[in-house]
């Protein structure tokens, strides 16, 4: 008779080959779950799209209006044909879409980025979708005999047409706030052409509450209505293409990629499609949770910038014309004030080519418009957040050798946007005499205690956050002009781009604003001022946060704040610092300050970059230490498991690169600051074909310390490394241990560059 204890080894035994066996049974795709993040921290959800890498094509359940905790919502009323509705349900049939709408229940649901299952309870049918990169298609099988109805529901401006017995095609207006001064004279439009496996009985179209049998319906809010008479379990499906340049085209595209009838062939592949792009990265020693989460997040950071060519052709919102793409994709879809920290910098590793004709994009956006975009939509530029954080993309590439792109065009677009529009936030109109203070005085000048505004309908000012972002963005400036020899533009932007010391207040030791006569603002509180959002003076954070956001000058902001001593305290000091009277009266003012370890936020992108910033003040255990807290405190593989708002990648992108072990502290400079790595292993892919390999010997939870380094068979002394040093593949070695070496990385020579030299 075997001792409990031999059969608790054997049950263990047995229960690990399971594992085993299991885990090489999944792929990098099964462990993809998109519903983590779908209930916000405080702000935005996300959604569990299905969607090819970069695709154009994007579903999603539409859930109950309202409920911004999407994975919380009661009810769903519908799946995506572009930007308009498709539901299919049974009883009465009405023009009003929220009659189509069906009770769900998470448990009976299959959620992944290349299909989405779930039962219509209300209807008691299932509806599956799955994608192609510019087509989709949904499958409803009902389980119950009777009457069922395929309802299509359209938004502003929309026409559609009914084409034969089985078909409809048409448009509708996509709206979007864009820059006042790109606008141009026209309207966007996505186009649809959709198919239905059976004809269409006893079709009717609806505008407002009136139904009709006419074939043909324009205005707002409007759609179709079929009934089918279902027996048993019967499928019905719907395939249908987009497009932004015709319904000829957008019936071409689905021709071109879901040629037949065949729900399973399309699936697999987009799981293929799926599985391909996560392959570039492969992981060794993560347990299933981290596994869960690391995939998860790379699915994340693959889902924005859109490619939106179509047969090599490609409408561009900024001239309202239809492109010849010659040999460079066109995307749009993005906000670099949110991606260039660590999304542009992870897709740059994976896919060098890809970022070529993403900043080819943004500089076709220049020509067609006359301004370089910030956050290009298919609608235009949004005027949202502040900066112009497309020059560190463009300078990020050119700097780590990706250069087939314009760099003399790029530097034009650069300089204009940085001269002639406005620096305030949300509104990107020409210059005024605020921005002048910038220029001649060199900071973005806030509003004095009871000076009132000269232009009431701005957007609050931001003084501080605008001069350091600035201050980062000119640097890019200077870069690229003394890279093509442009001397004097050089001299000039190397000054603005120290303009963050003139708010470094040394008095209260933080960032803080002046006014136009260069007076320190009256009784400003570091941690409270600025009023919701900090807005008057920081954009979404305080002062805690905004003082270390010198990217490009760490060295420099070191030797403001007194030495490495004073900055290292005053470092520490941010992840402990608490939050006045309550933290729930903190986050009510900062409801963007996610995530909190201190004043920290790790829900909001201007942190990312400050854990690492140890690294150059000689601690760069400490770096080891708060990266290794904030991912396994931070990330979950939950609906809860997001720090804060994902609506950009971005959040997710610094999961990835920091679970890897390292991070680029200042996109521009060619080089990453080194972490703590989560993986004994971690081999990634890169876009010429080379890979580039992190090992971590005894790496585990507690042994998280570095304790000596190599890359490529050489002695690694200093807390980061060189683009060029990968660039053709190579292997960093970490040996990793319990306890810090306090002396790895630490000299000051050891430290990463920055735009002051390092004394």
Known sequence: MRSSAAIAALLLLVAGTACAKERLDKEPVDYV??????????????????????????????????????????????????QGLIMMSAGAAGPRRVSYASDFDHDFETATPYYYAVELQTWDIRSEMTVTPEAGYLRFTTHRSGITHLEISLGRAAQFGIVGDHAIEGSQQIDGPIREVVATAGETREYFYLEVSQPFQAAKTWNGDKLSSEGVEAGDQIGFVSDYSMTGSTRLEVRFGISFISAEQARRNLEREIPRWNFEQTKGAARVAWNDALRAISISGASERQRTIFYTALYRSLIRMTDITEDGRYFSAYDHEVHDAKGHDFYVDDGTWDTFRSLHPLQLLLNAHQQEDVICSYLRMYEQSGWLPSFPSVAGDQAVMIGHHANQLILDAYMKGYRDFDLEEAFEGMKKNALQLTKRPWTQGLATDVDQVY?????????????????????????????????????????????????????????FAGNYANLYNSGIGFMAPKSANGRWVADFDPELGGGQGGRDYFTEMNAWVYTFNVQHDVAGLIHLMGGRDAFNAKLDRLFVEQYGTSKFAFLGQFPDATGLVGQYAQGNEPSFHVPYLYDFSGQPWKTQFRVRQLMDVWYGDGPLGLAGDDDGGALSSWYVLSALGFYPVCPGFPVYEIGSPLFDR????????????????????????????????????????????IANGGTLRLEMGATPNRSWGASVGDAPPSMTAVE
């Open 682 to 725: 971690a081999a990634i892919r890169m876009g010429n074909g080379r890979v580039f390999r992190v090992i971590a010997h005894n790496v585990s939870a507690q042994n998280k310390y570095i304790q000596s380094a190599t890359l490529n068979g050489v002695a690694l002394d200093r807390p980061w490394f060189a683009h060029s040093d």
């Open 439 to 495: 220029f001649e005085k060199g900071f973005y000048p806030a509003l004095a205690k009871g000076e009132l505004e000269v232009d009431p309908s701005a957007e609050r000012r931001q003084a501080v956050s605008v001069t350091l972002e600035s201050a980062y963005d000119d640097w890019c400036v200077a870069q690229i002009a003394r890279i093509l020899g442009h001397q004097q533009d050089a001299h000039t932007f190397e000054r």
């Open 33 to 82: 779950d998109p519903n983590i993040g779908g209930i916000g921290q405080l702000l935005t959800a996300t959604s569990p799209y299905v969607q090819y890498p970069h695709g154009m094509v994007r579903l999603a359940p539409i859930t109950t209006p309202g409920i911004t905790d999407r994975y919380l919502a009661d009810k769903i009323y519908g799946f995506p044909v572009g």
